[in-house]
């Protein structure tokens, strides 16, 4: 199967599997697990932070930052398409008590302008605005890259308002390639930060999040509430240290892989590319090729092929580490097969 579903499908690497099976562990829940330490001080220095917390899972990560940064009854600006608001079960709402106001973005970036018309004024009438999420890369736009420029520009006014600014960066990786920007960078104009491990970045498990040493004590007990005190987690932390030392500038490579998919897939009468291909996702239009979005996820899957539904008439692609440019021709094989 060429499996082009998701980057979450990445399997651990050799690498990986050794460093899972020689990690030193630890109680973490008492501090001593000195892997997972060693992760969390990695990716702080990384990303320009004080601190940082080994989570399950994005998700796990993004809720954590939520239920931390804000207050029952607080209200949260972010993308009408971002993952938290999309993706994520309501668990905001269910979890932390806020309410989100959607702003629409373009190709997801949320402007300083509808930003700022977004924020609350102090009236006893309306909740207060607790948090801003950013999200880069932005899923639902194709892997869409936030400007550095933009990103700056919004935490500058987010800090005149004094609302902290989380980034859901579980492709910030792909970003930082793709814009040859420092991950730090994304650190400075930014509060906290989400990054997957588990993604392009081929780990099996995890994300982290980064952040103040406050906010970090604070989301640590946040986790500890949610069931996440892991013990001898330096099994997952070590390929996650892997991960970061290793998988990060080969980035690229999926990059190159999703512009030839996108190329070849440009050329098949009755497709079309939705999005502008900046990282590793492609988004095909399929309204003209007169079959319909299950039609066309059956077929590729009867041919060798897996990609996933992304909307009434769009299908996604993601390229990844276990995606080979030998598989990404052979996938175009298929889509001009069933084109017809
Ligand atoms: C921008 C962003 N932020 C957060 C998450 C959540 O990460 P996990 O909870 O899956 O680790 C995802 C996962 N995205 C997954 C995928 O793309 O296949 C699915 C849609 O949940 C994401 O794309």
Redesign the pocket.
Same mark, same amino acid.
């Given at each position: 199967m060429i499996d082009l579903?998701?980057?979450?499908v990445t399997k651990p690497t050799e690498e990986m599997r050794k460093a899972m099976y020689e990690a030193e562990v630890g109680d973490d829940v008492y501090g001593e697990d000195p892997t997972v330490n060693k992760l969390e001080k990695r990716a702080a220095q990384m990303l320009g932070k004080e601190d940082a917390l080994f989570v399950t899972?994005?998700? =796990?990560?993004?809720q954590i930052a939520v239920l931390t940064h804000c207050q029952p009854g607080n209200e949260i600006i972010l993308e009408e398409e971002?993952?938290?608001f999309y993706?994520?079960g309501a668990g905001i709402s269910a979890l932390a008590g806020v309410q989100p106001r959607t702003v629409k973005g373009k190709r997801g970036n949320m402007t300083v302008e509808a930003i700022k018309a977004a924020i609350r004024p102090v009236d006893i009438h309306m909740p207060k605005t607790g948090l801003i999420i950013l999200?880069n890369?932005?899923?639902r736009a194709g892997g869409a890259v936030y400007p550095l420029e933009d990103m700056k520009n919004i935490y500058q006014l987010a800090q005149e308002k004094g609302i902290p600014v989380h980034i859901?960066g579980?492709?910030l990786f792909n970003a930082a390639v793709a814009s040859d920007v420092a991950l730090s960078e994304y650190g400075r104009y930014s509060d906290t930060i =989400?990054v997957?491990l588990?993604?392009g970045l081929g780990a099996p498990v995890g994300?982290v999040i980064a952040g103040s040493k406050e906010f970090i004590e604070e989301a640590r007990r946040w986790r500890k509430m949610l069931g996440g005190g892991l013990r001898q987690v330096g099994v997952l932390a070590a390929p996650g240290l892997v991960a970061l030392d290793n998988m990060i500038d080969r980035l690229s490579h999926d990059h190159k892989k999703a512009r030839v998919l996108a190329e070849g897939i440009s050329t098949i009468k009755g497709l079309s590319v939705k999005n502008n291909v900046e990282t590793n996702i492609v988004v095909v239009d399929i309204s003209e090729s007169g079959k319909n979005v299950g039609q066309w996820t059956e077929k590729l899957k009867e041919n060798g092929v897996l990609a996933?539904a992304f909307g009434e008439n769009l299908l996604r692609f993601?390229t990844h580490y276990d995606v080979s440019e030998e598989e990404i021709q052979r996938a175009l094989s298929v889509l001009n097969k069933i084109a017809g």
């Open positions: 579903r998701s980057d979450t899972s994005g998700t =796990q990560g993004n971002s993952h938290v993706y994520e999200e890369t932005h899923n859901d579980a492709r =989400q997957c588990s993604k994300s996933v993601v």
